[in-house]
Nanobody, 115 residues
Framework: QVQLVESGGGLVQPGGSLRLSCAAS????????MGWYRQAPGKQRELVAT???????NYADSVKDRFTISRDNAKNTVYLQMNRVKPEDTAVYYC?????????WGQGTQVTVSS
């Protein structure tokens, strides 16, 4: 079992920056592939970025060159640095931990991009 708690969401102006954090507990964090997903109102949940247990990165085309995912295994935490945000980045952002096709989700954190 893995417990995930996201933080860092809030209101940000277009073009601004925000950093999301996801603290994990309950299992061997370094063994898990970690990811960030988001869900906007009326839309399906979609992948934002993932980082594997060996550091391989993957990004949705919509966030490439703007967002950066990273992990600190010593702190059991995964981060999402969001730069040059756009109104279409508005969504609830969820942290995900995956291993052997078993997934755990956090409760989500709201990110609103608006002037």
């Amino acid at each position: 079992q893995v417990q995930l708690v996201e933080s860092g969401g809030g209101l940000v102006q277009p073009g601004g920056s925000l950093r999301l954090s996801c603290a994990a507990s309950g299992s061997i964090f370094s063994a898990y592939n970690m990811g960030w997903y988001r869900q906007a109102p009326g839309k399906q949940r979609e992948l934002v970025a993932t980082i594997s247990n060996n550091g391989r990165l993957n990004y949705a085309d919509s966030v490439k060159d703007r967002f950066t995912i990273s992990r600190d295994n010593a702190k059991n935490t995964v981060y999402l640095q969001m730069n040059r945000v756009k109104p279409e980045d508005t969504a609830v952002y969820y942290c995900n931990a995956e291993r052997y096709d078993i997934r755990f989700w956090g409760q989500g954190t709201q990110v609103t991009v608006s002037s």
